[in-house]
């Protein structure tokens, strides 16, 4: 860019910013947490409600597409298209504008990687939301971790948080929780939309977890061509899926070893528990249910797991299930979740692995919420409270 | 989201994707390193053109505008867009699509925050970009760093690159470069678009550089609301700017106190250096030049700097220009680097320094590069390997 083009791009962001100085906004209102900086929209009523903008002075036709629902929105004479939509309902929503068919991100907020793309979200508050916004407490780190696959011949990151203090008491060692994000999300899911690190900076404060180390990957889930996955099938248990068996190979054979030699962890499978969110949770079932000598706690958020009707599960997982004692024995915990708003493929598991005779199952339901990050941050905050102790 | 929702969503997802299986692509092209999981397009040849595409099929009329020039896109019968460019200069630049007049982001790329937006960048190779590719070394970390801003009241992030070792060799104290975004960038920039971390690795594999740590804190120009600045006495170099000052108590009264209290360092002035990309150049100037008992080493990368025919420059910084051989005796390097396709006001104000006599200045070029992150990852290689030696 040269000196010339540097100005035309400043004047540029200066006239597509929307930014007016002593602009008033609408009462009860409060601007979106994820607004970029100088931006002042969408902003949230107090019921929910939400004001979404855009400038498109162009445009024939723009709609806000948010939770299913889409809003047609109305244009000024100055091309600023605007709507307030009904109450969306607390947690975080990903969203889009249709802009003359075309469906594109807010250019006012960041985005996040879901559902294969980079995509608006915002986050209706929750009564509850303080256990997952940054308090005055000290807080972990979240590190970009990278390392050379040999399996895929390529470098890969992972994220991973450490605790509090784990830079000045250099003795001390850590238990591990592997943590995995959903379909089509990737290893950025916990930290950005989850909010993962203040919810346990914030246990952590009011000391009702131990300190942990927890490793975010990339399920491998993010970019599967969806056209190649049989979803049905895929949904059903099962040890097939060349995919799943690929990511289980990597946390294996390379994440955990090169987790357990760069971190003071405990490594021992009394101090490794693994869980996920939707299909991230059909991956932990596999994963923990496959590798009993590794970890001794399961964590499923909204488990992505729906059983066939011609699908014997004590046929998978080389047959564990005819042993519902083993599990008992070995797992200390199976921990379910689920959103009281979403499908009840969690309750059904749950409710055949009991029938099956595993007794360890703690279940969880988050009120008011669905298939969405709200709920899978309480399932969080709810399962770490039962690990290491 | 409830389970149909979730269904709709995955069909969604299925159909924008434009993911076809056993799609063949035009001979001598690659795709573009950060298009999403799953995707193909953008695609660059070896000459440099790039090939972008678009599914809008209600669009009336779709460009694609990168480094300054529109290049009108054809639609086929599926409403997919496509346009192959002028060959494009090496480097990373934003680019966007511009849809009936709305100006949107690439749905197959991953976004970065630049002027003042989540926007497209793509990343045309260089000659040398192995200096800045991920290799097969020992991996550093990056680490999101959360602390509690009192001058600010509000939690912040910065980010900081450990070496690799860092964790392993716990006598070891480190010195800290604190390395600064441009205009309208934040915290994020040196490691998504600067690609630092790969950058440092690469250096202190081949033994061309010290260990050191680096920290990327957030100016607080990203969400500058233009309209409020005046660009002009800006960018003059003035000690009056509200926002530059902010800035400076920042660093000197909150940052380097939690980096020297958080993380193994030297903490004498010998260790410790500043640098910062144009307007990140601007605020290295002045907060090291104000502050000469913190900094030993200065670097400005395309430094943001031009005089005012009426500004003496002998009257500002305290009138430290009043006396060059106390820069000179102060400070083992001042370093400044500038694209060659770029305007000249770094060579002007590299020409004003030594006039006024100062003595101990490194004048570096990048061949071919112009006012973006292809120059500055060049300063970043040739300034770190003049630090702490």
Same mark, same amino acid.
């Given at each position: 860019?040269?000196?010339k083009?540097?100005y035309?791009?400043?004047?540029?962001?200066?006239?597509s910013?929307g930014?007016?100085?002593?602009?008033?906004?609408?009462?009860y209102?409060?601007?979106?947490?994820?607004?970029?900086p100088?931006?002042?929209?969408p902003?949230?009523?107090?019921?929910?409600?939400?004001?979404?903008?855009?400038?498109?002075?162009?445009?024939?036709?723009?709609?806000?597409?948010?939770v299913?629902?889409?809003?047609?929105?109305?244009?000024?004479?100055?091309?600023?298209?605007s709507?307030?939509?009904?109450?969306?309902v607390?947690?975080?929503?990903?969203?889009?504008?249709?802009?003359?068919g075309?469906?594109?991100?807010?250019?006012?907020?960041?985005?996040?990687?879901?559902?294969?793309a980079?995509l608006?979200?915002?986050?209706?508050?929750?009564?509850?939301m303080?256990f997952?916004?940054?308090? %005055?407490?000290?807080h972990?780190?979240?590190?970009? !971790?990278?390392?050379?696959?040999?399996?895929?011949?390529v470098?890969?990151?992972?994220?991973? =948080?450490t605790?509090?203090?784990?830079?000045?008491?250099?003795?001390?060692? =850590?238990?591990?929780l592997?943590?995995?994000?959903?379909?089509?999300e990737?290893?950025?899911?916990?930290?950005?939309?989850?909010?993962? %690190?203040?919810?346990?900076?914030?246990?952590?404060a009011e000391?009702?977890?131990?300190?942990?180390?927890v490793?975010?990957d990339?399920?491998?889930?993010?970019g599967?061509?969806?056209?190649?996955?049989?979803?049905?099938?895929?949904?059903?248990?099962?040890?097939t899926?060349k995919?799943?068996?690929?990511?289980?190979?990597?946390?294996?054979?390379?994440?955990?070893?090169?987790?357990d030699?760069n971190? !003071?962890?405990?490594?021992?499978?009394?101090?490794?528990?693994?869980?996920?969110?939707?299909?991230?949770?059909?991956?932990t079932f596999?994963?923990?249910?496959?590798?009993?000598?590794?970890?001794?706690?399961l964590g499923?958020?909204s488990?992505?797991i729906?059983?066939?009707?011609?699908?014997?599960?004590?046929?998978?997982?080389?047959?564990?299930?005819?042993?519902?004692?083993?599990?008992?024995?070995k797992?200390?915990?199976?921990?379910?979740g689920?959103?009281?708003?979403?499908?009840n493929?969690?309750q059904?598991?749950?409710d055949?692995?009991?029938?099956?005779?595993?007794?360890?199952?703690i279940?969880?339901?988050?009120?008011?919420?669905?298939h969405?990050?709200?709920?899978?941050?309480?399932?969080l905050?709810?399962?770490t409270?039962?690990?290491?102790?």
């Amino acid at each position: 860019m040269n000196t010339k083009l540097l100005y035309l791009t400043l004047i540029f962001v200066l006239y597509s910013g929307g930014i007016s100085i002593g602009q008033s906004y609408p009462e009860y209102t409060i601007k979106a947490d994820n607004c970029l900086p100088g931006k002042s929209y969408p902003r949230i009523y107090d019921d929910g409600r939400v004001i979404f903008q855009i400038h498109a002075p162009e445009a024939n036709a723009v709609l806000a597409d948010i939770v299913g629902k889409k809003f047609p929105m109305q244009k000024d004479e100055d091309g600023l298209w605007s709507v307030t939509t009904d109450p969306i309902v607390e947690g975080f929503h990903y969203y889009a504008f249709n802009i003359d068919g075309v469906r594109v991100s807010d250019p006012s907020t960041y985005t996040y990687f879901g559902t294969g793309a980079a995509l608006s979200g915002i986050d209706i508050p929750a009564p509850d939301m303080k256990f997952y916004s940054a308090q %005055n407490v000290p807080h972990g780190e979240v590190r970009a !971790r990278y390392y050379y696959s040999r399996i895929r011949k390529v470098t890969r990151r992972c994220f991973v =948080y450490t605790p509090p203090g784990y830079d000045q008491d250099v003795n001390k060692r =850590y238990p591990v929780l592997y943590l995995q994000h959903g379909w089509a999300e990737d290893e950025t899911g916990w930290s950005n939309q989850g909010k993962m %690190n203040f919810i346990m900076d914030n246990l952590l404060a009011e000391g009702k977890i131990e300190p942990m180390l927890v490793v975010m990957d990339n399920g491998d889930i993010s970019g599967l061509p969806f056209n190649v996955v049989n979803w049905d099938s895929a949904q059903s248990i099962t040890s097939t899926g060349k995919n799943k068996v690929e990511f289980q190979d990597l946390i294996i054979q390379e994440v955990i070893p090169m987790i357990d030699s760069n971190y !003071r962890t405990m490594s021992d499978r009394e101090h490794r528990a693994m869980a996920g969110l939707s299909w991230g949770g059909l991956q932990t079932f596999e994963i923990v249910f496959n590798n009993m000598d590794k970890f001794a706690y399961l964590g499923a958020f909204s488990g992505a797991i729906r059983l066939r009707d011609n699908v014997d599960i004590t046929d998978l997982y080389g047959g564990l299930l005819k042993h519902p004692d083993e599990i008992d024995e070995k797992l200390k915990l199976i921990w379910m979740g689920t959103g009281s708003e979403e499908g009840n493929w969690s309750q059904s598991f749950r409710d055949k692995l009991t029938e099956l005779g595993v007794k360890n199952i703690i279940f969880y339901e988050s009120k008011n919420t669905a298939h969405e990050w709200l709920s899978w941050r309480r399932c969080l905050r709810e399962f770490t409270q039962r690990l290491f102790k």
